[in-house]
């Protein structure tokens, strides 16, 4: 037996704020869209290296304000990319934490924070 990953499923409510966050600024891809119709909430995984997230506007798909820590390496290179896009509702800035690691958050539109962890 292997468990090989997992993938969090965040709640979004509006899909032009979603992808202005998560593609424009934190410079995420789309790999697949799905709508069951023309009008339907959309449904979308994006992902950026290793990191893979689902993206869903349905009611009772993640819960807004849910909280995903990323692993990285690179956090000042990421850091500096981030605040050169000059995106006017976020300006993260990275912490040095007492258990060993430094961290930058990114709160989405909806409340979904993103820890980004580089161990120190």
């Keep these: 037996m292997k468990l090989e990953r997992a993938t969090p499923v965040l709640r ?24 069951f119709h023309d009008g339907a909430p959309i449904y979308m995984r994006i992902s950026r290296d290793e990191v893979s997230i689902l993206l869903s506007e349905h009611h009772g798909d993640g819960t807004p304000g849910t909280h995903v820590m990323i692993a990285m390496r690179g956090l000042d290179e990421f850091h500096a990319e981030l605040i050169g896009k000059k995106y006017k509702y976020m300006r ?19 409340g979904n924070r993103l820890v980004f962890s580089e161990p120190i």
């Design 12 to 35: 979004i409510l509006d899909e032009a704020k979603a992808r202005q966050f998560y593609l424009d600024f934190l410079g995420f891809s789309v790999d697949f869209e799905a709508r």
């Design 92 to 110: 993260p800035h990275i912490q040095k934490q007492e258990w060993g690691t430094r961290e930058m958050y990114a709160i989405d539109p909806f």
